[in-house]
């Protein structure tokens, strides 16, 4: 399964660069508490945005984790990102709850700005070790329950670097949605 639609929400899997997303409103960015320029999707995010989004998120940080605020674009083809601290698998706890609470918060501040089309990574699935099918399921699992009241999301997907990351997103998409 890489596609379901739930309350006129289509929730899809994509294999891509997050930074490459240009019919998405929002993307949203794996970030460090500083909300500065790192590795993996915060590297590409702030690579294909430039030095102008490092410069408007310097006075937002920093963030802790679960915190998700919101920027401009700037050189991205979207119009917002939405920066999210996911947890360190392992040192910051309760990690599944600070885990959901990105998904939560990022699609919260995306219903304030009436955003209807927002691209997530996998968050917290790199460098700060959450194994990524647990990581999966709670991300499922709070994207299942917050498009339940939503009224502005139409979309949102989840963008996967790699063949194996879209096979076990498809497979635990499945388990929560099936």
Same mark, same amino acid.
């Given at each position: 399964?890489?596609?379901?639609?739930?309350?006129?929400?289509?929730?899809?899997?994509?294999?891509?660069?997050?930074?490459?997303?240009?019919?998405?409103?929002?993307?949203?960015?794996?970030?460090?508490?500083?909300?500065?320029?790192?590795?993996?999707?915060?590297?590409? !995010?702030?690579?294909? +945005?430039?030095?102008?989004?490092? #410069? &408007?998120?310097?006075?937002? @940080?920093?963030?802790?984790?679960? =915190?998700?605020?919101?920027?401009?674009?700037?050189?991205?083809?979207?119009?917002?990102?939405?920066?999210?601290?996911?947890?360190?698998?392992?040192?910051?706890?309760?990690?599944?709850?600070?885990?959901?609470?990105?998904?939560?918060?990022?699609?919260?501040?995306?219903?304030?700005?009436?955003?209807?089309?927002?691209?997530?990574?996998? !968050?917290?699935?790199? +460098?700060?070790?959450?194994?990524? #099918? &647990?990581?999966?399921?709670? @991300?499922?699992?709070?994207?299942? =329950?917050?498009?339940?009241?939503?009224?502005?999301?139409?979309?949102?997907?989840?963008?996967?670097?790699?063949?194996?990351?879209?096979?076990?997103?498809?497979?635990?998409?499945?388990?929560?949605?099936?």
């Amino acid at each position: 399964m890489d596609t379901v639609t739930l309350n006129d929400v289509t929730i899809e899997l994509k294999r891509g660069d997050i930074a490459s997303q240009s019919d998405i409103e929002a993307v949203v960015n794996a970030a460090n508490a500083q909300l500065r320029t790192g590795g993996g999707v915060a590297g590409a !995010i702030h690579h294909a +945005a430039g030095p102008k989004l490092t #410069e &408007e998120t310097r006075s937002m @940080a920093p963030i802790k984790p679960g =915190e998700a605020v919101i920027s401009g674009g700037h050189g991205l083809p979207n119009d917002y990102v939405i920066h999210c601290l996911g947890p360190v698998y392992g040192k910051d706890e309760p990690e599944e709850e600070l885990l959901a609470n990105c998904y939560r918060n990022s699609l919260q501040l995306a219903k304030e700005h009436d955003i209807s089309r927002v691209a997530f990574p996998s !968050i917290s699935t790199g +460098a700060f070790g959450y194994p990524m #099918e &647990e990581a999966a399921e709670v @991300a499922f699992r709070t994207v299942k =329950e917050e498009v339940s009241t939503s009224r502005s999301l139409s979309l949102i997907r989840f963008v996967l670097w790699g063949e194996d990351a879209m096979q076990m997103h498809e497979e635990v998409m499945g388990q929560v949605f099936g």
